[in-house]
């Protein structure tokens, strides 16, 4: 499968012949203009929570795209709202789409659209399928909820997950929940985009790769196959 990163918390993947985005934020960072959001294509949207720099762009996409959100309850009926088609999840229901399984798990952390509506409560995704199993952790703290993951989902080949701090949890907590969700393959995200979360990338490396851990920074636009 093909992974690419798109800035902030946003990947876009090809996973057997599906096109999947994440938590699209990609016009508001000036990170990221080097990415023109009428180039992308996506057949599903997978929203983490409703906060701006995870949604942004998600309506323009999947309207141009007629792509299909996938995102808690509250989330899918806000864009059924504006005529967009949606599959509702909740924390700890599976379902199997036609690239695989979804499995929508707990995130610690908040979660309101940007005119300050319910936006319901903040996931992760567990994805798989024959060929492929990873993590998708969306805006979380470190939470021992993540144990869960080694004995509910089959082994992750690799897990996108936050280091900014502040936001999120910071690239610490992160090395530990690597070890939570028993992954030696990480790509981080959620770092570098505002003043709060910077992160220096090579104490970063250095930190994981003492801890046996692998860990990719991916430059915004670049893709990589896993
Ligand atoms: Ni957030
Ligand atoms: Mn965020």
Known sequence: MQIRFLGHACF???IDGYKLLFDPF????ELASEIDIESIEADFILLSHGHQDHIHDAETIAKRCNAKII???EVVTWYGKLGIEGHPMNHGGSWE???GKVKMV???HSSSFPDGSYAGNPAGFVISNQNHCFYFAGDTALTLDMQLLPMTSPKLDFALLPIGDNFTMGYEDAILASDFIDCTRIIPFHYDTFGY???DKEKVKTAFESRGKEITFLEIG???KI
């Open 26 to 29: 990609i016009s508001p960072n």
């Open 97 to 99: 789409f036609d690239f």
């Open 106 to 108: 707990n995130a610690v």
């Open 71 to 73: 995102s808690n309850y």
């Open 197 to 199: 979360i910077q992160v």
């Open 222 to 224: 670049e893709s990589v």
């Open 12 to 14: 876009h993947m090809e």
